[in-house]
T-cell receptor, first 115, second 113 residues
Framework: ETGVTQTPRHLVMGMTNKKSLKCEQHLGHNAMYWYKQSAKKPLELMFV???????ENNSVPSRFSPECPNSSHLFLHLHTLQPEDSALYLC??????????????FGPGTRLLVL | GENVEQHPSTLSVQEGDSAVIKCTYS??????FPWYKQELGKGPQLIID?????GEKKDQRIAVTLNKTAKHFSLHITETQPEDSAVYFCAASRDNQGGKLIFGQGTELSVKP
C-alpha cells in the first residue's frame, strides 16, 4: 500500500451520467495530482493541486472538474463524458509542489468505462 | 516541451537473466529521473530514482545509470525473478516546473520461469 487510496476502483457510466472519483492520501502530503492512463500511451498529467490551490490544468476539457477541499482529499467530477475518455484515472501525491522535484506516490487508480 | 522516449516497448527474459530498459529525454535542464513499476490492477510504484548530480545508483538487484551528455538513462535489473514481471515507466522532470513528471511510454517486462 502506498498510502493513497482511490474509490471506486471500477466505474461504468453513460455519456449523460454525472459521477465523481475520490482520492485520499494518508501521507501528510500537500500536493495532489490527477493523471489519465490510456492503453499504449504515456501517463498524462491532468491537474495539480498544491496546498488546496490548483496550480496546473493541462488543457483538460471542462467535462472534467477537479475539487480539492483539503490537502488529504481530491475529487474528479465527471459529466457528459465521451467514450474516448475511457481510461485508468490515477491519483498521486507528493510532499509539496516546490522548487525541486519531489517523489510522487500513486493510488491504484479508477478504471473508467464510458458507454 | 520535454519529451521522453522509452525502449523497448516489450521485453522478455529468462529467470535469472538481466533486463535493461533505456530512456532518452529532450530537455537538458531535466534533473530528476524516477522509475516506476506498475503491476496488473495497481498504480505505478516508485522503485528507484536518480538526480543529475550522480551517474549511478543501486538498490539490491536494481540500478539506474544516467548519461547527462547523451541525455539518456537506463534501468538495470539483475537476476530477474517472475515477480519482476510488470510494466516499467521512466520519467523526467526539472526544478521550477511544479513537479511535472514527463513519462515514457512504458516497457512490459515478462520474466519466464
Amino acid at each position: 500500500e502506498t498510502g493513497v487510496t482511490q474509490t471506486p476502483r471500477h466505474l461504468v457510466m453513460g455519456m449523460t451520467n454525472k459521477k465523481s472519483l475520490k482520492c485520499e492520501q494518508h501521507l501528510g502530503h500537500n500536493a495532489m495530482y490527477w493523471y489519465k492512463q490510456s492503453a499504449k500511451k504515456p501517463l498524462e498529467l491532468m491537474f495539480v493541486y498544491n496546498f488546496k490551490e490548483q496550480t496546473e490544468n493541462n488543457s483538460v476539457p471542462s467535462r472534467f472538474s477537479p475539487e480539492c477541499p483539503n490537502s488529504s482529499h481530491l475529487f474528479l467530477h465527471l459529466h457528459t463524458l465521451q467514450p474516448e475518455d475511457s481510461a485508468l484515472y490515477l491519483c498521486a501525491s507528493s510532499l509539496a509542489q516546490g522548487r525541486t522535484s519531489e517523489t510522487q506516490y500513486f493510488g491504484p487508480g479508477t478504471r473508467l468505462l464510458v458507454l | 516541451g520535454e519529451n521522453v522516449e522509452q525502449h523497448p516497448s516489450t521485453l522478455s527474459v529468462q529467470e535469472g537473466d538481466s533486463a535493461v530498459i533505456k530512456c532518452t529525454y529532450s530537455d537538458s535542464a531535466s534533473n530528476y529521473f524516477p522509475w516506476y513499476k506498475q503491476e496488473l490492477g495497481k498504480g505505478p510504484q516508485l522503485i528507484i530514482d536518480i538526480r543529475s548530480n550522480v551517474g549511478e545508483k543501486k538498490d539490491q538487484r536494481i540500478a539506474v545509470t544516467l548519461n547527462k551528455t547523451a541525455k539518456h538513462f537506463s534501468l538495470h535489473i539483475t537476476e530477474t525473478q517472475p515477480e519482476d514481471s510488470a510494466v516499467y515507466f521512466c520519467a523526467a522532470s526539472r526544478d521550477n516546473q511544479g513537479g511535472k513528471l514527463i513519462f515514457g511510454q512504458g516497457t512490459e517486462l515478462s520474466v519466464k520461469p
